[in-house]
């Protein structure tokens, strides 16, 4: 079975810091890989996703993720966090398992960012 | 824009009681899933559906069901609610047919399930 990892459970950075949340996979076939967001009291958004072509996608507020296939790794990126970035993200994969979708989520990292 | 409506944002029930957790999306999306969310665990995959009448267990099905009459509801159903199932309950929605890819999950806000 597939499995994600999200090394870094909880990240405090100051605002304008660059941020990296790392995440890898456990799937040797094809994959979708996506972050979500999860700000405090709200539900899950999509952040970025990854379907295939260049390994490099960009989300939305300034993230971004490159795809490392040798690697099986799917980390976010972010040159200058600010303080509404504080929230939690989610790396998820989507493979095609007995001919179904099945999305499997990492734990999660939470991240604080202080002002 | 996608929506998905979870029928509580709160609920409280007692040890024992059926527990009845209501979804729905208003995309025609072909796939349903149901997740539990806990701190340090992530979302983990309680049950989804791919059609109409179809259910598939997802990673931690014991202690659930669900039920899908009609194409935009899933339900998820405790048989008797227990403490251990007290956590939030997020319920997502995807177009695709079975073994389509390249598709994202738009997720409801959740219910925050509290079984005392």
Sequence with gaps: AQSVSQHNHHVILSEAASLELGCNYSYGGTVNLFWYVQYPGQHLQLLLKYFSGDPLVKGIKGFEAEFIKSKFSFNLRKPSVQWSDTAEYFCAVNVNSGGYQKVTFGTGTKLQVIP | ?116
């Design chain 2, 1 to 116: 824009d996608v929506k998905v409506t979870q029928s509580s944002r709160y609920l409280v029930k007692r040890t024992g009681e059926k527990v009845f957790l209501e979804c729905v999306q208003d995309m025609d999306h072909e796939n349903m899933f149901w997740y539990r969310q806990d701190p340090g665990l992530g979302l983990r995959l309680i049950y989804f559906s791919y059609d109409v009448k179809m259910k598939e267990k997802g990673d931690i099905p014991e202690g659930y069901s669900v039920s899908r009459e009609k194409k935009e509801r899933f339900s998820l159903i405790l048989e008797s609610a227990s403490t251990n199932q007290t956590s939030m309950y997020l319920c997502a929605s995807s177009p695709g047919r079975r073994g389509f890819r390249n598709t994202e999950a738009f997720f409801g806000q959740g219910t925050r399930l509290t079984v005392v």
